[in-house]
């Protein structure tokens, strides 16, 4: 865990990918409900599915359609990123095992990553570098 990491949010991510491996496990009726409709969403497809009529967001990678989805705190929270990642917003909130599972049937699919920029390249390399002076300090 990361020093920017709370415990709690270490367990969401715990979470949420435990029960996502129930997903990606052929046996599992999760995997069967989530591979009924699942396709590959691009950046420009996310994008476009932006307003409450038509609100699609991604959550680790993941593409949900909650369109329609009606949020404990009020829609304004889901609103807000419709057609975005919604990752770090999903992160802080109060998220159970039942609030991912009920995910499932919401499922589009996996969002594909659009091919990184020079810039977005540099950037990256640098963070790396960044990480690994780090961790050789910390030894």
Do not use: C
């Amino acid at each position: 865990m990361s020093n920017s990491e709370s415990e709690g949010e270490q367990v969401f991510k715990s979470n949420f990918f435990k029960v996502w491996k129930k997903v990606n496990n052929p046996s599992s009726n999760l995997h069967k409900r989530a591979s009924a409709t699942k396709h590959e969403v691009t950046p420009e497809e996310l994008a476009r599915h932006n307003t409450p009529d038509n609100l699609w967001v991604a959550i680790h990678g993941r593409v949900f359609d909650l369109t329609g989805f009606e949020h404990p705190a009020g829609n304004e929270i889901i609103e807000e990123f419709a057609g975005k990642d919604a990752t770090d917003k999903f992160e802080y909130g109060d998220h159970r095992d039942e609030s991912i599972r009920d995910l499932i049937d919401r499922y589009v699919g996996d969002l594909k990553e659009a091919p990184l920029t020079e810039a977005q390249k540099r950037s990256r390399r640098a963070q790396y570098e960044v990480e690994k002076q780090r961790k050789r300090k910390a030894q």
